[in-house]
């Protein structure tokens, strides 16, 4: 049977689409024009968030498989900067959300109780997709958990609340993928599964953590030169705390002793890759954690956004699912991250000749798989 022609409708459901903006009324025609760019807005961020979902979970993907080709990174870095701009569009979407005037807005808020953009679901997927722990996330009101606020009103699953149960099975997020990939980076050309690699990651944090003290003692000289020398001391305690963090941070001294040598390792290849970049092998490793940050970055970004957006429109009254309104959102944009460890490690960085000499380089060239 030979297909009809394509059409442009067809293709993309121009009229289902169209006829999706009527509230609960079932009828947008006594709706006023604020509720209905109200209503548009936030389904153009829902498509927004499908398509985040996608890109994440190919990315997720790609980094827990047992060996990442390096050819493959640059489809990650792709996938990642995407994403990153998928939430600066969203972002941008509040500009528009803040022609409302708080009476415009309180024309129609009313229909809105006890619904809440917290019930966002695919938002929900994505922070457990990126790997938010759920210890770490914060209460919106009086519910159990977050999983609470998906439900039904009668306590029945909603299609949310399975949406995000499912998410919660879908493993492992990306942040595991990324750090078992981070963990088999070679370092000063070993790896784990060598015997000696302890002994190898060590020296190497060891040498960092020189340089990085003789850097600051040379940033404390100078700082010193142009201050007061009653300021003296506080510079000398503040440079030389910076020296010892750095070195906590490194052999993982905030972690439990049994997990200290993986972190030690992964954050050892952080600052590996961050540092020898220009190495032909590590230069899309690189990349690859500066779009995690790029995109980390622009979601808090959005939050915050967010926040002022709200506190523009509304104030800081409470929020129609019985959140804190403007006061939880701030919280989500300080407490909700998940790359701590990639964004520390900048911290850490010097100049390039400060840089303490590889043994190793042979490991990171250019090398032709053979036929």
């Known amino acids: 049977m030979k297909r009809r022609p394509a059409t442009y409708w067809d293709y993309i459901k121009t009229e289902e689409l169209l006829a999706l903006q009527t509230g609960l009324d079932g009828d947008e025609s006594g709706l006023a024009n604020d509720e209905v760019m109200f209503i548009v807005i936030h389904q153009i961020d829902e498509l927004w968030f499908k398509l985040v979902l996608r890109e994440l979970v190919a990315i997720r993907d790609l980094f827990a498989a047992e060996h990442v080709a390096e050819q493959s990174l640059s489809t990650a870095v792709r996938g990642l900067r995407r994403t990153e701009l998928l939430f600066r569009q969203v972002s941008s979407h509040f500009a528009l959300m803040e022609t409302l005037t708080t009476r415009d807005y ?9 619904a809440s953009g917290f019930q966002s679901a695919q938002l929900r997927e994505i922070e457990i997709l990126l790997g938010l722990r759920a210890e770490d996330r914060i209460s919106l009101g009086n519910e159990n958990s977050y999983l609470d606020a998906l439900r039904h009103e009668d306590g029945t699953p909603s299609p949310a609340f399975r949406r995000v149960v499912a998410r919660l099975e879908d493993r492992p997020p990306l942040r595991e993928a990324l750090t078992s990939w981070l963990f088999r980076t070679p370092i000063n050309g070993s790896t784990p599964d060598r015997d000696g690699d302890e002994t190898v990651v060590r020296a190497f944090v060891d040498d960092y953590v020189r340089a990085k003290r003789d850097d600051l003692e040379s940033v ?152």
């Open 220 to 371: 404390l000289r100078r700082a010193i030169e142009d201050a007061p020398e009653d300021e003296h001391s506080r510079l000398t305690q503040r440079y030389r705390r910076e020296a010892e963090n750095a070195r906590a941070f490194l052999l993982a001294e905030d972690k439990p002793e049994a997990e200290r040598a993986r972190s030690s390792r992964i954050r050892a290849a952080l600052l590996f890759i961050e540092s020898y970049r220009e190495l032909p092998l590590l230069a899309w490793p690189r990349e690859v954690l500066d779009a995690i940050v790029a995109l980390e970055q622009a979601i808090v970004i959005f939050r915050q956004r967010h926040a002022r957006m709200v506190e523009r429109v509304i104030g800081r009254r409470t929020g129609t699912g019985g959140s804190a309104g403007v006061e939880y959102l701030d919280q989500t944009a300080l407490r909700y991250r998940v790359f701590h460890d990639i964004w520390a490690v900048r911290t850490l960085l010097m100049k390039r000749e400060r840089l303490p000499r590889l043994e190793h380089t042979e490991p990171y060239g250019f090398a032709l798989e053979e036929a």
């Open 106 to 114: 309180l024309g129609f808020r009313d229909k809105l109780s006890p």
